[in-house]
Each structure stands twice: as C-alpha cells, then as structure tokens.
C-alpha cells in the first residue's frame, strides 16, 4: 500500500523560505512520478509542481516559476519542494501525489496516491 507523508509546513512570514519534504513508503519510489498540489480555503485543488520518476523533467505553476523548486532523492525515497520569496497567496494545504511511471502532469486525476496534507501559512 502506497504511503505519501508529507512534513515541513508552518507558519512564514511574506518573503520567507520554506521547505516541505513527503516522505513515501510501500511503493518502488523511482519508478513513481511526483507531484505537488495546494488547495487554499473555497478555491479547487491546484497543481503546484512536479518531477517525473527518473528526475530529468520537472513541470511547474505559472504562479510558483522562480520561486519553487522540486526535487526528489530516490535513496531516502523523499520528494521535496523549496519554496522561496513565499507570499500570502501562497497560503493553502500542500499535498503530495504519486502515479507510476509517466511525465509529471498538472492534472490531479492523473494522480493515484495522495498524502493527507501539510498547512503552509504566509503572513506577518
């Protein structure tokens, strides 16, 4: 059974840096393409950013390009997002997905493995 655990939100104040990890277990981690979504209170679930299996091509949101950078270590079987120069609209539940083999695509429903979510604040 696959397992997505994802850590590492807290509250930032606007400008700060951040750095959420999702942790996967149950799973043959480098063959599983990685994404990032958010959901921010009454708006849709949205794509954040993603990495395919092997690490050569990662896909991002118009709205985090230079700022957010995923990556995954296939050792530690760990996907990680930096994001930096973090602003209020930033603000949502982060969620780790997972789907086997494939590009890293923007939409959820491609996805079949979910981790529960992690709160990111940005405020002062």
């Known amino acids: 059974q696959v397992q997505l655990v994802e850590s590492g939100g807290r509250l930032v104040p606007p400008g700060g840096s951040l750095r959420l990890s999702c942790a996967a277990s149950g799973l043959t981690f480098r063959t599983y393409t990685m994404g990032w979504f958010r959901q921010a209170p009454g708006k849709e679930r949205e794509f954040v950013a993603g990495i395919s299996y092997s690490g050569r091509s990662t896909n991002y949101a118009d709205s985090v390009k230079g700022r957010f950078t995923i990556s995954r270590d296939n050792v530690k079987n760990t996907v990680y997002l930096q994001m930096n120069s973090l602003k209020p609209e930033d603000t949502a539940v982060y969620y780790c997905?997972?789907?086997?083999?494939?590009?890293?695509?923007?939409?959820?429903?491609?996805?079949?493995?979910w981790g529960q979510g992690t709160q990111v604040t940005v405020s002062s």
């Open positions: 997905a997972a789907v086997r083999w494939g590009e890293p695509t923007t939409t959820a429903s491609d996805y079949r493995s």
